[in-house]
Structures are given as structure tokens and as C-alpha cells.
């Protein structure tokens, strides 16, 4: 890897402490920046949550004194950072999306201010918060605390003109005493936003914040490079079809490494066809329990792109892995598509439905590139139809390239052929 001349050796503290040996020349460039603002916009993999990680940990190691409210907008992302910090023996409080109300977090940050041992706050709004209730948190936070956003663009839920600028009033308000950073990857915003709310905030953005407190993630470091070409596939496709003048705000995904892994599967059900879908998946996880050092259920994530616990393909997903699980202390994770947000693992099985209107496929790439990046080594993807449809999808014609295609056609379908 050290050979890559676009990567480097990590920082001591985030090789010891976060478990990360190299870094990007551009995410290196990033971690030593010393301005008090940085907006960091880049794809999945691209670093942004390491380069949070470590810039908090430079700030509470190099004084006591220095303390951080962290905000972060998934399930998944506290367990990162708690982590992290219990390594460096940080001492932090959380405050978690059951327990969130404005008048307890001003509490927490009162008492977190006062103490002498606890440095960090983090605070999870996973699906709890909106750009308006964004500012009146914003507005609780006192001069004691460096401020640090994780995913921000999850809450940039159909905010007004007015709501975007008076957002970005209270992000440079706060910065002008205090280091505040914040992460977003705009591309996975697309599932819940319009492209004119993202081309509206982002010309709230870059109007107002210095392009030198902007700063652009490209290279990937968490996937193979194989996966990374797929992923800069599915970003072209965007582009293509909605956002042609929108290749700044969705910056592509380069290969920050040379290492390749296995080829990607992708698997073609020609029905809607609960038996041949669970076949598949069965047929995936016995290969990848057969494979070289034996990968134990924790290392696999089955990731569907429904919303719905009652989903009944979701469902016999879950089942499968229960029972292909014969640790209970190693169980086969299986998560709908929002739950797996800052998830990440060896193996990933990517299960998505094709759909065929204009809206639907935007919706389904997102959530196809958000899947398939949590993947480290190896995916595999499942498309299906939705009951009563076929499969029709032109990704796929951009993919071959890319990709092993496995069809999987009924015995229904096959006795009317």
C-alpha cells in the first residue's frame, strides 16, 4: 500500500488508536488543516468519519480543556466513535435518539462543560431532526465546545431558501471562536432529497462559506478498487440521467488503491419469487463460509433495500440468517437499507427490487450505491422485480464490464416460455 503515491502512513494516533495504517495524500492534507471551519463533502469510503475521529482526538488529547459535541445522524455512526474513544481512553457521555429532547441536551452540554474528566459529547439525531430544529440546537451549544457533524446531509430534509442560509449564519457564528467540521456525501441525500433542495443548499453553502473551508474527498481507501469502479459506475449514472450540472456537489469515487478482490455477482431473478431469492442468498452465504479463513457471520451483512419490517422478502432474509448463524455471538447482520448508514463489512449481500419510473430508479441507485459501499471485499447483488413486473434495468449494460451476471429464471416462467 505504502507504494500507492497517493497514500501515505497514517499519524501515530490514528494508527494506534483508530486502526487505520494509511491515508489518502488528500484526506493527510485535510487532518492537518488549521482553520476553524471545514465543510468536507465526499462518496462513501472516502474518509470523512476517520478524519473526524482524529481531528476530535487531536483536540482532546492536546488539552483537557478542549471539549466536543459530536452530532451524528445514524444508527450505526456512535459505535465508531465510542470505540475510538474508549482505545484512547477518552472519556465521553451520549445522549441517544429515545432519550433526544432539546431541553435534555442543554442539560448534558451544561454538565459535560463543567466537568473536569468528561471531554466529549455525542449527541444521535438519527431521524429525528430537520434544518429547522438544526439551528435551535446549533444555538445551545456555548463557547466551551468545538462543534463536529457526521453525515450532515441526512437533516437537509426540504428545507426553505431562508432555513438553508439562516443554517449556514449559525455554522459560521459558531465557527468564528471554535473548531467546527462537518461530513456530508450529498449522493446518499439524493434518496430523501429533490435535486432542486440539493442545488438550493449547496448555493446556500458555497455562496457564503470560503472555498478555502471546502474541502472535496475523492479517493477510496474502504473498498477494493474493483467495488470502487462499480460505485464510479453507478455515479455516472446519475449524472446521466439528473444532475449534469451537479459533478462538484457529487464529487466521483476513485480507487485510492490498487488491491482487488473478487469479481461481483450480480444475480438476475426473473420474478418476483420469494423460494428463488432465498435459494440465492443461501447459495452466497455457503460460498462465503467456504472461503479462505472462514468467515464468521459477523463478518457478512445482508443489506435489503426495503422500508418495511413486514417486507416479505425482508422478512425471509432474516430468517435465512438467523439460521445460517450457528454463533449467537456471530450472527449474519440483516438490516434494511437505512439502518446499514456507517455500517461496514468484509462481505456484503446487496438484495434490491427494479423499479421503472423516473423517481423510482433515482431511489434505487442511491440506495444501490449505498449498499454496495459498505461492502470491504466482496458483494454480491440481487435484483428482483416487484410482484407482477419484470427485470429491466440499463445499469446493467453499463455494469457487465464489471461484474459476473447470473440469471435465475422460474419454473413458472420457464413453462411458458
Request: glycine letters at 4%; proline letters at 3%; one cysteine or more.
Amino acid at each position: 500500500m505504502i507504494n500507492n503515491p497517493g497514500v501515505v502512513e497514517a499519524p501515530c494516533d490514528v494508527k494506534n488508536l483508530i486502526g487505520v495504517k494509511y491515508l489518502t495524500a488528500e484526506q493527510y492534507w485535510v487532518l492537518n488543516q488549521s482553520q476553524s471551519l471545514l465543510w468536507i463533502n465526499g462518496p462513501a469510503g472516502s474518509g470523512k468519519t476517520i478524519l473526524m475521529c482524529a481531528k476530535i482526538l487531536q483536540l482532546v488529547k492536546f488539552s483537557k480543556d478542549n471539549k466536543v459535541v459530536l452530532f451524528t445522524m445514524q444508527d450505526n455512526c456512535p459505535r465508531t466513535y465510542e470505540t475510538v474513544f474508549k482505545n484512547a481512553h477518552v472519556r465521553y457521555r451520549d445522549m441517544d435518539y429515545v432519550t433526544f429532547a432539546p431541553t435534555n441536551l442543554k442539560v448534558l452540554l451544561e454538565e459535560v462543560s463543567r466537568s473536569e474528566e468528561t471531554q466529549v459529547l455525542i449527541v444521535n439525531l438519527w431521524d429525528l431532526i430537520n434544518v429547522k430544529n438544526m439551528i435551535t440546537m446549533l444555538s445551545m451549544i456555548t463557547k466551551s465546545f468545538h462543534a463536529f457533524f457526521d453525515d450532515i446531509h441526512i437533516e437537509l430534509l426540504n428545507g426553505t431558501d431562508e432555513e438553508y442560509s439562516a443554517f449556514v449564519d449559525k455554522i459560521l457564528e459558531l465557527s468564528l471562536d471554535r473548531i467546527v467540521w462537518l461530513a456530508c456525501d450529498m449522493v446518499q441525500a439524493w434518496i430523501h432529497l429533490e435535486t432542486a433542495n440539493i442545488n438550493n443548499f449547496t448555493n446556500a453553502v458555497t455562496s457564503r462559506i470560503s472555498s478555502a473551508d471546502m474541502v472535496t474527498l475523492s479517493m477510496n481507501l474502504r473498498n477494493t478498487c474493483d467495488l470502487s469502479a462499480i460505485l464510479s459506475v453507478i455515479w455516472e449514472r446519475y449524472i446521466q440521467l439528473f444532475g449534469n450540472n451537479l459533478t462538484t456537489v457529487f464529487p466521483k469515487q476513485l480507487p485510492g488503491h490498487f488491491i482487488h478482490g473478487p469479481r461481483t455477482k450480480v444475480h438476475i431473478v426473473d420474478r418476483y419469487d420469494i423460494g428463488i431469492i432465498s435459494n440465492v442468498i443461501k447459495e452466497e452465504l455457503n460460498k462465503l463460509s467456504d472461503c479462505d479463513g472462514m468467515l464468521t457471520g459477523s463478518n457478512i451483512g445482508i443489506v435489503h433495500d426495503g422500508i418495511d419490517y413486514t417486507d416479505r422478502v425482508f422478512l425471509r432474509l432474516n430468517q435465512i440468517a438467523k439460521e445460517q448463524s450457528s454463533d449467537p455471538q456471530n450472527m449474519i447482520s440483516c438490516c434494511r437499507w437505512p439502518f446499514s448508514y456507517s455500517g461496514e463489512w468484509p462481505a456484503v449481500i446487496a438484495v434490491s427490487k427494479i423499479l421503472e419510473k423516473h423517481f423510482d430508479i433515482r431511489t434505487s441507485l442511491t440506495k444501490l450505491y449505498l449498499m454496495i459501499s459498505r461492502a470491504r471485499v466482496y458483494c454480491s447483488i440481487v435484483f428482483y422485480p416487484t410482484k407482477g413486473s419484470e427485470v429491466s434495468f440499463n445499469l446493467l449494460d453499463k455494469l457487465k464490464d464489471h461484474v459476473h451476471i447470473v440469471r435465475h429464471q422460474s419454473t413458472v416462467y420457464l413453462m411458458h416460455k
